[in-house]
Nanobody
Framework: QEQLVESGGGLVQTGGSLRLSCAPSGRTFSNYAMGWFRQAPGKEREFVALISWSGENIFYADSVKGRFTISRDNAKNTVFLQMNSLKPEDTALYYC??????????????????WGQGTQVTVSS
């Protein structure tokens, strides 16, 4: 079954860093734009970042701009999310997702075609 697999989550103190990875299982997503979303308990799934298939176009949510960096290595079929200066409010289940749709829809999770199962990020105060 085609899917995405996230890794790299964990428990970190405020101000710490984590690097999330997302790799596909079953197919290549090199021609897809790849996004990261997060969902905290009791909240809606929230857009974090998106990178185009070429890596030339990158978008971030205002809440993570300047702290998180999305990147991809198409040769390794992997997408990364480097998270620095983490805050307790960054605590959530983080998902990667793939889409072929316009960047105009990048914040809408319903516009993504494939999803991973998520990796938990917990930031302690």
């Amino acid at each position: 079954q085609e899917q995405l697999v996230e890794s790299g989550g964990g428990l970190v103190q405020t101000g710490g860093s984590l690097r999330l990875s997302c790799a596909p299982s079953g197919r290549t997503f090199s021609n897809y734009a790849m996004g990261w979303f997060r969902q905290a308990p009791g909240k809606e799934r929230e857009f974090v970042a998106l990178i185009s298939w070429s890596g030339e176009n990158i978008f971030y949510a205002d809440s993570v701009k300047g702290r998180f960096t999305i990147s991809r290595d198409n040769a390794k079929n992997t997408v990364f999310l480097q998270m620095n200066s983490l805050k307790p409010e960054d605590t959530a289940l983080y998902y990667c997702a793939a889409t072929l749709r316009s960047y105009n829809y990048r914040t809408n999770p319903r516009r993504y075609d494939f999803w991973g199962q998520g990796t938990q990020v917990t930031v302690s105060s």
